[in-house]
């Protein structure tokens, strides 16, 4: 059967997931990875500070907007934690290789410069 090299694309993928840390300051933006389980959380396949904006890429079957995913943040000693959850599937056929790129301004989360930033979905490779 086909199973084998399925299972083989899954571990790959669950074992390069990671949770994203983006530390704004000063205009500076650090970002930082650690391995973690992924807990049924939208992979994120990049995340970067853009002057005031945080961007996201995710995986796109050529119909993914920023309106299909819901924000969550939370704040906590300085520092704001987000995770994006998608709302609704992409059920496009289009299969965009790169994903797309969403963004979300900072000021909308209450989020100043120099403020430190925490994403929480995992980071996997496209």
């Known amino acids: 059967m086909k199973l084998a090299p399925l299972a083989a694309v899954i571990t790959v993928g669950l074992?390069?997931?990671a949770c994203v840390i983006i530390d704004a300051d000063e205009g500076r933006h650090d970002v930082s990875v650690t391995?973690?389980?992924?807990d049924g959380l939208e992979p994120l396949?990049?995340?970067r500070v853009e002057r005031d904006d945080l961007v996201i890429r995710v995986s796109?079957?050529?119909?993914?907007?920023?309106?299909?995913?819901a924000v969550e943040s939370q704040r906590r000693d300085g520092l704001t934690a987000f995770t994006f959850t998608r709302k609704r599937p992409d059920m496009c056929r289009a299969l965009v290789?790169?994903?797309?790129?969403?963004?979300?301004?900072?000021e909308t989360f209450g989020?100043?410069?120099?403020?430190k930033i925490r994403v929480r979905n995992p980071l996997a490779r496209p």
């Open 15 to 17: 074992s390069t997931s």
């Open 35 to 38: 391995r973690s389980v992924s």
């Open 45 to 47: 396949q990049a995340v």
């Open 60 to 69: 796109s079957n050529g119909c993914t907007r920023s309106d299909d995913f």
């Open 97 to 106: 290789a790169e994903g797309v790129e969403l963004r979300y301004p900072l």
């Open 111 to 115: 989020v100043a410069r120099g403020d």
